[in-house]
T-cell receptor, first 113, second 116 residues
């Protein structure tokens, strides 16, 4: 079974500081993608970053980067220089076929001014 | 290029009524996915459709739920005889290609269904 686990229901970070959100997943597949989505209060799902499993280099998008540990099946998201607009629910997602994403239960991030 | 459109954004139904949720994919996208998000949970896959075909409905409840994506017009998720447990946010996503793992799905703003 494909499962995605986010063990931190809530996190908080001081504005301008760095925060890391954790995600682990379970799979027997070798070829897959991992994603982080952001869901602000508007509830719109916004892609933050994605990682190909066969790439060893960690993906980076401006202030967002991942720490991908394939052997440990870990895919954490680091947000640097946190901004008030980063406050949202963050969902880790996994995809190994073209049909669907498997989402974790989310981490609610609060940014403290 | 307009994003994925969903309507209505909010829908209130009484138990036993029917709910019809609409999704217009992004221009050029022919693959549509429906997800349901229960309170305090992540999104759960329901169904994947291409034009006039249901490709994967493994996440769809066996009764009362149906989906279609006609040749013309939006994709429709239909819930018959709604119950309180159907209250959730229903998200539609679209993509231009299927089977490409790295291809992200573009999500609509969701429809919040409340069953009284």
């Amino acid at each position: 079974a494909q499962t995605v686990t986010q063990s931190q229901p809530e996190m908080s970070v001081q504005e301008a500081e760095t925060v890391t959100l954790s995600c682990t997943y379970d799979t027997s597949e070798s070829d897959y993608y991992l994603f982080w989505y952001k869901q602000p209060p508007s509830r719109q799902m916004i892609l933050v970053i994605r990682q190909e499993a066969y790439k060893q280099q960690n993906a980076t998008e401006n202030r967002f980067s991942v720490n991908f540990q394939k052997a440990a099946k870990s895919f954490s998201l680091k947000i640097s220089d946190s901004q008030l607009g980063d406050a949202a629910m963050y969902f880790c997602a996994y995809r190994y076929t073209g049909n669907q994403f498997y989402f974790g239960t989310g981490t609610s991030l609060t940014v403290i001014p | 290029n307009a994003g994925v459109m969903q309507n209505p954004r909010h829908l209130v139904r009484r138990r036993g009524q029917e709910a019809r949720l609409r999704c217009s994919p992004m221009k050029g996208h022919s693959h549509v996915y429906w997800y349901r998000q229960l309170p305090e949970e992540g999104l759960k896959f329901m169904v994947y459709l291409q034009k006039e075909n249901i490709i994967d409905e493994s996440g769809m409840p066996k009764e009362r739920f149906s989906a279609e994506f006609p040749k013309e017009g939006p994709s429709i998720l239909r819930i018959q005889q709604v119950v309180r447990g159907d209250s959730a946010a229903y998200f539609c996503a679209s993509s231009p290609l299927a089977g490409r793992l790295g291809e992200t799905q573009y999500f609509g703003p969701g429809t919040r269904l409340l069953v009284l």
